[in-house]
């Protein structure tokens, strides 16, 4: 999985010693609100972040994948503090089993300490590009339609609003779409 960098921040893949800022992260409603269900359901132990960052590096296809966003390291070589997750991953279909609805989703969780500074848009510019570089013809976000802050980062990264829809997760969701820009399979290796 290729990393990837932004002027403030690096996309990595998390590794088992992120276990503990991934229980942080996924452990705090704020950030489990809109992104779990009803009622939310938080992290409660070390064990399951780090079966969560093992179930993420099994979907590391070599364009999709879960990446790590880091800050990059201070002049004074500090190293930069882990911020939250960029998603880029097939989304599920709505129906009563689990199911692929052949669409590519892109996705952002934050920790809330490093919220209102612009990293979720910076970063998933970054990730929006490398999904059309790799030749992706279409990528879809879906928010809580309550989920503000989400749906301002669609409109920052250039996707356009769709309206609601129930074609994924079994649920009412915004959907934002955008298109590759090169056209389809424009950036997939020939
Ligand atoms: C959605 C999320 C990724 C936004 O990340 P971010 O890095 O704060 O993004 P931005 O800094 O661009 O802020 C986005 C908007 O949220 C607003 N915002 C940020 N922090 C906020 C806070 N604590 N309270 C209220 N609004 C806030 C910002 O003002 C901004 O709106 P603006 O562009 O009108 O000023 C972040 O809130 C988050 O991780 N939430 C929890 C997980 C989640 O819901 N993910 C989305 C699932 S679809």
New binding site residues.
């Given amino acids: 999985m290729r990393a990837l960098e932004t002027d403030r921040l690096t996309l990595r893949p998390f590794t088992a010693d992120d276990a503990d800022f991934v229980l942080d992260l996924y452990s705090r409603m ?6 779990s269900g009803h009622p939310p359901k938080l992290m409660k132990d070390r064990t399951e972040a780090v079966a969560l960052i093992e179930a993420w590096a099994r979907r590391d296809d070599g364009t999709c994948g879960i990446w790590a966003v880091q800050e990059k390291a201070a002049e004074d070589n500090v190293a930069g503090q882990l911020t ?1 997750t960029l998603l880029l991953k097939p989304i599920p279909a709505s129906g009563p089993e689990p199911q692929e609805s052949g669409d590519i989703e892109i ?6 300490d ?9 970063a998933a510019a970054a990730l929006l590009q490398h999904g059309f570089d790799a030749g992706l013809p279409r990528i879809v ?4 339609p309550a ?4 749906m ?2 669609c409109g ?1 990264i250039g996707l356009q609003a769709q309206g609601t829809t129930d074609r994924y997760y079994n649920k009412t969701c915004q959907l934002f779409t955008a298109d590759n820009p090169a056209g389809n399979n424009a950036g997939a290796e020939s």
Avoid: C, L, M
């Fill in positions: 704020d950030v489990q609100r809109y992104i939250g996705g952002w969780h934050f920790h809330p490093f919220w209102g500074r612009g990293y979720a848009p910076e976000a879906v928010t809580n989920n503000t802050a989400s301002r980062v920052k």
